[in-house]
């Protein structure tokens, strides 16, 4: 059986799909990985732990699979240094640690101002994004920068052990803070300013255009012939050609650890308000408005873990349902780790605001559900001001709560669509495969299948509108305070 194979190189795990000439995930591979944080809003993980992850994965693979070409999707804007050798110098910084909030702020200022950091790149400079880590890498780390031959992102990491050739693709390339998203290039201008060598940056190439192939001794190990590997990209971008975001107006809402609102679009001009990100996407001509939310489900997760293990997300998904909207006046900001869009504020968190003698576990579980779908609705709002919106796919783990699809669509006010295949960057991996194969986007775009439509209930939207409200209002009564309390840490 002739197989293409999907890598996604996640935060909390590595997935690897194998998909048939038609669509079909003939085999899914898993393998978790853990996070470290040396010190508060800090997050690293060690590149090798990716690839003996992925390696692994490989060998689980079938043998009577013969594997054509493997494409690769994977976390963006984390940082992997590597000397000339080609040996990683230090774990990778993520892409959701804050460390770097002064480098942006300096960077910012020497460019020029955040106006002409835009008009350079397309966006902002933000804390997780690639630039303002080699910077911090620099001033805090200055032996480790100095043996620095390239800069690589996580997934071209996988790609280099693979092939042994050394890349980026545009999608990646756009949340690195170094490239200039309307030219499609690295910006000159902005690495002269910050004298940053641009030879510590990959050659850039298409997101499935052939990296190279298989290198002789894993082709040994694998017994494999020939395999190619293609590019790859950024595992929104990736992910959201996984459920058919091919085509201006089509958009993906996701809730997984994080949370993301990808809208495809042919535009070339980016968020001037720098609150939406604008990044290429996987396929030529077009790009994509995102915003991004830093703690989504693992905010329902983290008050599980901290007072519900007694709880079956079941009895949970019930509770919720027999609980009114607003939750008896609690409302939930979901800012456990700062947030992106549309604050872009690292010093903000979590608050449970308004508890009374009626809150109990289901109230606030509420809460916390409704939080997390107002900061989806944050970034919604901000991207419907952007684009016309054709279609919304719903993916990620809260995609299969039935009480969470309603509460979304009537918040977005939209019907949502579930996908029948929903395997994240895995699988969208797996069609740029094909596509590297001489494949047509149609023809992987059929793959796509509806499992589920959920329509918005018209008859909730003044309730959520009234809530909605005060959530925002909230986090501006807090803004000052928490930039108070974060200077006393500081």
């Not at 594997?67 to 963006?76: D, E, F, P, Y």
């Not at 984390?78 to 480098?103: E, H, M, Y």
């Not at 919604?380 to 969470?404: D, H, S, T, Y």
């Amino acid at each position: 059986m002739d197989v293409n194979l999907g890598i996604d190189v996640g935060t909390t795990g590595i997935k690897v799909l194998a998909v048939d000439g038609s669509g079909n995930v003939v085999g899914n591979f898993s393998h978790p990985l853990s996070l470290l944080t040396p010190h508060p809003a800090w997050a690293e993980q060690d590149p090798e732990s990716w690839w003996e992850g992925v390696l692994s994965l490989l060998q689980a693979v079938p043998r009577n699979m013969k594997v054509k070409r493997i494409g690769l999707s994977g976390q963006m804007h984390t940082l992997v240094p590597l000397d000339k050798d080609g040996n990683v110098l230090r774990n990778a910084i993520l892409w959701c640690d804050q460390r770097t909030a002064s480098q942006c702020e300096a960077a910012t200022r020497e460019l020029g101002g955040e106006e002409r950091v835009i008009a350079l790149t397309g966006n902002p400079v933000y804390p997780g994004f690639t630039l303002p880590k080699i910077l911090w890498l620099r001033s805090q780390e200055p032996q480790i920068y100095e043996k620095i031959a390239v800069c690589l992102i996580a997934k071209d990491y996988i790609a280099y052990k693979l092939t042994g050739a050394l890349g980026c693709d545009p999608s990646d390339a756009s949340g690195s803070a170094m490239y200039d998203v309307v030219r499609r290039r690295w910006s000159e201008p902005l690495l002269e300013v910050l004298n940053i060598d641009k030879k510590l940056l990959p050659p850039i190439q298409g997101s499935f255009e052939v990296r190279g192939r298989l290198r002789e001794d894993l082709t040994r190990k694998f017994s494999w012939d020939g395999v190619e590997v293609v590019a790859g990209g950024a595992d929104n971008a990736v992910s959201a050609l996984g459920v058919g975001v091919c085509e201006e107006g089509d958009c993906m809402v996701s809730i997984g650890t994080s949370g993301t609102v990808v809208g495809a679009t042919a535009q070339t001009a980016s968020d001037k308000t720098g609150k939406l990100h604008f990044f290429n996407h996987v396929l030529p001509g077009l790009s994509y408005y995102m915003g991004v939310m830093l703690s989504a489900a693992s905010s329902l997760n983290w008050f599980k873990e901290k007072m519900g293990r007694h709880l079956t997300w079941d009895e949970i998904e019930k509770g919720i349902g027999e609980t009114p909207i607003g939750s008896d006046g609690l409302l939930w900001l979901p800012y456990l780790q700062g947030e992106r869009t549309p604050h872009r504020n690292p010093n903000a968190r979590g608050v449970l605001f308004g508890l009374s003698t009626m809150s109990d576990e289901m109230r606030i579980f509420r809460a916390i559900m409704e939080g997390i779908t107002y900061g989806l609705r944050d970034s919604f709002e901000l991207l419907r001001e952007r684009m016309p919106i054709k279609r919304v796919f719903l993916v990620g783990g809260g995609a299969k709560n039935r009480i969470w699809r309603k509460m979304l669509a009537t918040n977005l006010k939209v019907p949502v669509t579930v996908p029948a295949v929903d395997e994240g960057g895995a699988y969208g991996a797996a069609m740029l495969a094909a596509l590297g194969g001489g494949g047509e986007v149609a023809a992987v775009k059929a793959w796509v299948k509806e499992a589920s439509a959920t329509d918005p209930d018209a008859a909730d939207y003044p309730k959520y509108d009234a809530v909605y409200g005060q959530f925002k209002a909230l986090y501006i009564d807090l803004k000052q305070r928490f930039d108070a309390v974060a200077g006393l840490n500081g």
